[in-house]
Nanobody, 123 residues
């Protein structure tokens, strides 16, 4: 049974940093990503990383967020710096055995999803 368990969410002041983690079991997948959803808004792909290390970011987080993975630990990370008032959301970890380009072509519909971790930013 596939499980994705996120952690690291919390409350931080604007300009602060948080690091999200996602442990995948029983193993990691080719494409892994972070997707967020704020109340009343659609889900937004934040960042993705392929098993080859290639990354993609939403324009809204470029230069502030960094996605990485440690396959030996089956863990995906999202380092979030310079957090802004528009960043609060429920952040989901997602995984898919297909290449990220395929996942993107199908509208970011990852096969597996975590339960999400809440990020709050106070101004």
């Amino acid at each position: 049974q596939v499980q994705l368990v996120e952690s690291g969410g919390g409350s931080v002041q604007a300009g602060g940093s948080l690091r999200l983690s996602c442990v995948a079991s029983p193993y990691t997948y080719w494409c892994m990503g972070w997707i967020r959803q704020a109340p009343g808004k659609e889900r937004e792909g934040v960042a993705e990383i392929g098993n080859d290390g290639n990354t993609q970011y939403a324009d809204s987080v470029k230069g502030r967020f960094l996605i990485s993975r440690d396959n030996a630990k089956n863990t995906l990370y999202l380092q979030m710096n310079s957090l802004k008032p528009e960043d609060p959301a429920l952040y989901y970890c997602a995984a898919d055995p297909r290449r990220c380009s395929v996942v993107t072509a199908y509208g970011g519909k990852y096969k597996y999803w975590g339960q999400g971790t809440q990020v709050t930013v106070s101004s």
